[in-house]
């Protein structure tokens, strides 16, 4: 199994494009889900949406999610605890840039990192 | 109180959403201008369910207002006035007390500050929400005292500079404009003292 990557933008077309070059980096070989964009499909974030990345991206081995914005990090707490206990404890949010830290991040799933080490790869994008 | 408790959802519901361009403004001023619009989506989702949420206990039906705002509103406020919501519903008995009111509302306000990351004076609905739940809880509240006392903590966050939420990226640039969180929270707590006096 690989760590599996979530990104949650409160725009779509970042969401796409930020999975874009996921997928130009890792192809198919990373678990991906991304989301995009409040209930009504403007800018903001929607936390059914962001349960079914999360879903989509489901992995064994933990999930890590990158978000832009405050609301984007709120509404991902908030779908976070409406999971499963044992599913919660399989989730990170990564406090890193959205666009640069889902690739990173991608990047060390793709090469066997555990989700703490994934954490840690997006945060080293982070001034400390 | 399960008998107002339709005219406090349709009160609350219609306020907020008539107030939607106003608190847009506020938001345009110091954010990105959407907390008019995430609340009546909000709300109007509350007015939509409003057949299922009233056939509940009170606990319960604040749960699921809680629920359908977290759902629905789509920004920040959402998993805020959702935990607002949601704590109260876990805290009131089916029918509240005064003091049980001062208790679920200092819970909710701990819950709020946790959910946000948030404290008091960093201009936000904490900043109405605080005081009131403080001045429930000195036992001397009447709802005119409520009233005025949100009405001016709504006030008071003009002059603060915001550390929480988007306002904090302007900075010195935050000061001089109501949070808006702060107004959409005096308007629900403006309305519940309207609806219990029967003025609404």
Known sequence: MTVGIVIVSHSPDVARGAADMVRQMVGDNVPLGFCGGNPDGGLGTSVEKILGAIDAAWSEDGVAILVDLGGAETNSEMAIEMLAPDRQAKIVICNAPVVEGAVMAATEAWGGGTLAEVKRTAEELSPQ | MALSLER?????????????????????????????????????????????????????????????????????????????????????????????????????????????????????????????????????????????????????????????????????????????????????????????????
């Open chain 2, 8 to 200: 406090l959802v349709d009160a609350v519901s219609s306020r907020i959403i008539a107030a939607a361009d106003e608190l847009t403004e506020l938001d345009s001023a110091i954010g990105d201008a959407d907390h008019g619009l995430n609340m009546k989506r909000g709300f109007e989702a509350v007015l939509a369910d409003k057949a299922n949420i009233l056939a509940k206990p009170l606990p319960d039906a604040l749960k699921a207002i809680g629920m359908t705002l977290v759902m629905k509103v789509g920004g920040a406020s959402g998993p805020l006035y959702g935990t607002l919501f949601m704590t109260l519903g876990k805290e009131l008995p089916p029918e509240p007390t005064a003091a049980d009111m001062a208790r679920a509302l200092n819970a909710a306000v701990e819950a709020i500050k946790a959910r946000g990351k948030a404290d008091f004076n960093n201009k936000t609905m904490l900043d109405v929400l605080g005081p009131v739940a403080t001045h429930l809880s000195s036992g001397s509240a009447s709802l005119a005292s409520i009233r005025a006392l949100a009405d001016e903590s709504a006030r008071a966050t003009i002059p603060m500079k915001a550390i929480k939420g988007r306002a904090s990226f302007l900075g010195e640039r935050s000061i001089g404009h109501m949070d808006p969180g702060s107004r959409s929270s005096q308007i629900m707590i403006e309305t519940v003292c309207d609806v219990l006096e029967g003025r609404s």
